[in-house]
């Protein structure tokens, strides 16, 4: 079995940073594809961002290019979402996710094998 346990969310004001991990443990001998999702209330699940097997490629959504970046440290088992310029619209609960594929970056929550419980990121105004 595996388990994916997020951390790093928080209060930040409009503007500020926040950086995510998500440190997957069991089967660690496995790499997987990796993603984070976001859900804020009363809306869908949505993707953020997701990260081949050995990180050499990324897929972001447009609503967080050019502000969050995905990397990896296979070593240490562990995927982070560095999040700058945040706006009060990525208030969610983001969640990590991992895929057991060889190849791609998913954006659909369906292509998922393993979830987080989720971090909560509030931005303030």
């Known amino acids: 079995q595996v388990q994916l346990a997020e951390s790093g969310g928080g209060l930040v004001q409009a503007g500020g940073s926040l950086r995510l991990s998500c440190a997957v443990s069991g089967r660690t001998g496995t790499t997987y594809i990796m993603g984070w999702f976001r859900q804020a209330p009363g809306k869908e699940r949505e993707f953020v961002v997701a990260?081949?097997?050995?990180?050499?490629?990324?897929t972001y959504s447009d609503s967080v290019k050019g502000r969050f970046t995905i990397s990896r440290d296979n070593a240490k088992n562990t995927v982070y979402l560095q999040m700058n310029s945040l706006k009060t619209e990525d208030t969610a609960v983001y969640y990590c996710?991992?895929?057991?594929?060889?190849?791609?970056?998913?954006?659909?929550?369906?292509?998922?094998?393993?979830w987080g419980q989720g971090t909560q990121v509030t931005v303030s105004s």
């Open positions: 996710a991992a895929r057991r594929a060889l190849y791609g970056t998913p954006i659909f929550v369906r292509d998922y094998d393993y």
């Open positions: 990260i081949t097997r050995s990180g050499g490629s990324r």
